[in-house]
């Protein structure tokens, strides 16, 4: 609501002008203020050099006054309204509201009172100091409110500031890392890309803790690992987060697309400097990880499901067509000479997966082949090298961390039609090395002499037939008493007729063996110290054995 306009007298005389240049100086002051107290504090010491009056008070707009003598005025200034008027008060003769008015709202009364009516050039006077006082708050409003806009201004620019700049740092993040996974530098690059934006060391670790790639300074060497169960642990509780967390002096963020953690990358932040846009930098390290790894993984699952598919048509039989058509996509040449090769073990724990990884790595590293399958508790792998096979048994043991391997090796394939000959051959020669209870080792089917023989015998009965002759009372023996005569004859000849060796194979007392030998004698008939029968008796017992391997190893067809 505006204030009412200056009544202006018609004649002023010298004092009157004198005394509003005075008031136009206190109005300069009212204006420069520093608050709405120290405006109505002056506009209270200027009432009386204006006016024979004095100051009853200030009534403030809100109920806030600046007088207790204005106790009681509240209904009859609500009364008078916005233009003001004469108040009464108990033992006053005259008392006067004048509103503190300016354009912009009202800000109370200026109530004053004197023992008699003031004239009209000292009721003009009060009322101008009045609206004077009224524009000096509104100014001193106007003039915070303006501080407070200018001061929220800049806290908004600088809000805004640090969003365009954190934006800007996001943006130079996303296309470092996407410029990695486009040019397919894989997790080296990504790792080097992580390294320059945050200027700390990066470690790429696969989900068990070895480190697939480094960037930056001190690399550790040896690289430190954590013991199973800690690692574990540390995945479960970055799931848990869903955002990287502090292990250490390191900050680690998972790579795991759909949930399946495939790896893990690491800011090596010893003295804990990674902020904000370190640990973006590395929360999109690790989606382009989780991406990288994922590409990998499917390309890596095709291949091998590929190669698979090879070596089981391979060794079940197929046309070469088709064979050399698929060998060609793997761009692998299926024309050099192979052998197939069988693998059984078990590390301590019987992992067949376990047993597949170890003898893909010892056949690269030995090198052997890159083909291969697993089928139950067997590896096969096609050879494509003429390896130390012995050799790479023992590296098989050695990727397994200790536990036991046997090898046999089948004859070498020159066409696509050998190979399912050559594998029946090495599992023959598997068979033989768990009917003859020889000690784990790696077997050629070529170097099997006597057994090669029988096995290659196209006519098995004359083989039955010499069998039952030399050795058929002690099998019907062992059959019907559940002994083990043939087994004891077995070891003894294959030792030579070594009494001692021979115990030590059976895990039997000297005399025991010493017994089982004589009924040997007293079935068969036959003279064990006799060269010539030594001879045919195991003649007969490797027949046998071969038999048995023959009898519990299916032919696969083609083979």
Not at 59 to 70: K, L
Not at 247 to 260: C, I, R, S, W
Not at 277 to 287: I, N, Q, R, S
Not at 449 to 465: A, K
């Amino acid at each position: 609501m505006s204030a009412p306009e200056l009544e202006i007298p018609h004649q002023l005389g010298r004092g009157l002008l004198s005394t509003m240049r005075s008031l136009l100086v206190l109005g300069q002051l009212m204006t420069e203020s520093t608050g709405e107290r120290q405006i109505l504090d002056l506009a209270m010491t200027a009432v009386p050099s204006l006016a024979r009056c004095r100051v009853v008070g200030i009534e403030q707009a809100g109920g806030a006054t600046r007088s207790t003598a204005t106790v009681g005025l509240g209904r009859q200034l609500t009364q008078i309204g916005a233009m003001g008027g004469a108040v009464t008060l108990q033992d006053v003769t005259w008392a006067w509201a004048y509103p503190l008015g300016s354009p912009l709202r009202d800000y109370g009364f200026l109530v004053v009172a004197a023992d008699a009516e003031p004239n009209s050039e000292e009721q003009f006077l009060l009322r101008a100091l009045a609206q004077q006082t009224g524009s000096a708050l509104a100014n001193r409003q106007l003039h915070a409110q303006e501080l407070a806009t200018a001061d929220e201004l800049a806290l908004v620019n600088e809000r805004l500031r640090g969003t365009v700049e954190a934006l800007q740092r996001s943006m130079e993040i996303h296309a470092r890392l996407t410029s990695v996974a486009v040019s397919d530098e894989g997790r080296d690059g990504i790792a080097r890309a992580v390294h320059e934006l945050t200027g700390l060391p990066v470690a790429i670790e696969d989900r068990y803790g070895n480190l697939r790639a480094w960037a930056g300074p001190n690399r550790p060497d040896p690289y430190p690992k954590d013991p199973a169960p800690r690692r574990e642990a540390l995945l479960r509780r970055a799931q848990a987060a869903g955002r990287p967390i502090r292990e250490g002096g390191t900050l680690v963020a998972l790579a795991h697309p759909q949930g399946d953690v495939l790896g893990v990358i690491c800011l090596v932040d010893p003295g804990g400097t990674a902020g904000e846009h370190e640990v973006m930098a590395l929360e999109h390290g690790a989606t382009i990880l989780a991406m990288e790894l994922a590409r990998v993984r499917s390309l890596a699952e095709s291949e091998l499901r590929i190669r698979r598919d090879l070596v089981d048509e391979l060794l079940t039989g197929t046309d070469e067509e088709s064979a050399l058509a698929r060998a060609t996509a793997l761009g692998y040449d299926l024309q050099r000479p192979h052998r197939v090769v069988v693998v059984e073990g078990h590390g301590r724990s019987k992992d067949n997966d376990a047993l597949f990884q170890a003898v893909r790595h010892a056949a690269r590293e030995e090198p052997a082949g890159t083909l291969l399958v697993a089928r139950g508790a067997q590896v096969i792998l096609l050879a494509d090298h003429e390896a130390d096979w012995e050799s790479l048994r023992q590296s098989v043991i050695r990727d397994l961390g200790g536990g036991t391997a046997r090898i046999t090796v089948g004859e070498q394939c020159s066409a696509v039609d050998d190979f399912p000959r050559s594998y029946r051959q090495a599992r023959l020669a598997m068979h033989l090395l768990q009917t003859a209870e020889w000690d784990d080792r790696a077997v050629r089917f070529d170097d099997l002499g006597v057994y090669r023989l029988l096995i290659g015998n196209d006519s098995l009965d004359e083989v039955e037939r010499f069998v039952e002759r030399w050795i058929g009372p002690l099998l019907a023996y062992d059959t019907q008493r559940s002994a083990d005569l043939v087994r004891t004859l077995t070891h003894y000849l294959d030792r030579g007729g070594n009494y001692e060796a021979t115990a030590a194979a059976l895990i039997v007392h000297r005399n025991t063996l010493k017994y089982r030998l004589q009924r040997i004698r007293q079935i068969t008939g036959h003279d064990l110290s006799d060269p010539e029968t030594c001879f045919n008796l195991q003649l007969a017992t490797r027949a046998w054995q071969t038999l048995t391997a023959l009898r519990t190893t299916p032919c696969p067809p083609g083979g």
